[in-house]
């Protein structure tokens, strides 16, 4: 079993900036990819963006030039780096795992992301 606790939510101005940090632990094997959703009140929960084992990176076009992701494998863990946020960037964001070891996606509990106008 996967466990993905996310922290660094928070609420801030537009323009400003934050970073989530998603660790994993447990029987994590071997990783197909890892990634970000947001959910907003309302809507379905959709990608933000995502790297595979390969190297490479999906980002959703509303992000672009604006969010990056990282990883440190030795924490086995993985940041968001959002900056020049946005008032639509509001939303409650998961982080995510695909295995390749069980093939199952893991969801982390989700940490909330507030940016005033």
């Known amino acids: 079993q996967v466990q993905l606790e996310e922290s660094g939510g928070g609420l801030v101005q537009a323009g400003g900036s934050l970073r989530l940090s998603c660790a994993a632990s447990?029987?994590?094997?071997?990783?197909?990819?890892r990634g970000w959703y947001r959910q907003a009140p309302g809507k379905q929960r959709d990608l933000v963006e995502q790297?595979?084992?390969?190297?490479?990176?999906d980002y959703v076009d509303s992000v672009k030039g604006r969010f990056t992701i990282s990883r440190d494998d030795a924490k086995k863990t993985v940041y968001l780096q959002m900056n020049d946020m946005k008032p639509e960037d509001t939303a409650v964001y998961y982080c995510?795992?695909?295995?390749?070891?069980?093939?199952?996606?893991?969801w982390g509990q989700g940490t909330q992301v507030t940016v005033s106008s």
């Open positions: 790297s595979t084992a390969g190297g490479c990176t």
């Open positions: 995510w795992l695909l295995s390749w070891t069980d093939g199952h996606s893991y």
């Open positions: 447990g029987s994590i094997g071997s990783i197909a990819a």
